[in-house]
Nanobody
């Protein structure tokens, strides 16, 4: 079993920055893709950013140029640096990790962008 622990969410003013972290632990054989999703109230969960085991990244259009995903393979940790935050970025952010044929989810961390 794999456990994912997210941290770094909170309240920030528009234009501010936050850095999310997600550490994976447990019976990890090998980790492939790592990613961040978000879900705003009343909306579907959407992919925000993903990073492959080789370091290739992909982002949803609305965050390109503002968010950066990275990973530390030695620590089994994925990060999401969020800059120039907007009120529409307000959501619960979920970490997702693929290991073998399994997909694991964190419990989510709330990001609120408001003045």
């Amino acid at each position: 079993q794999v456990q994912l622990v997210e941290s770094g969410g909170g309240l920030v003013q528009p234009g501010g920055s936050l850095r999310l972290s997600c550490a994976a632990s447990g019976s990890i054989f090998s980790i492939n893709n790592m990613g961040w999703y978000r879900q705003a109230p009343g909306d579907k969960r959407e992919l925000v950013a993903v990073i492959t085991s080789g370091g290739s990244t992909n982002y949803v259009g609305s965050v390109k140029g503002r968010f950066t995903i990275s990973r530390d393979n030695a620590k089994n940790t994925v990060y999401l640096q969020m800059n120039s935050l907007k009120p529409e970025d307000t959501a619960v952010y979920y970490c997702n990790v693929h290991s073998g044929s399994y997909s694991y989810w964190g419990k989510g961390t709330l990001v609120t962008v408001s003045s």
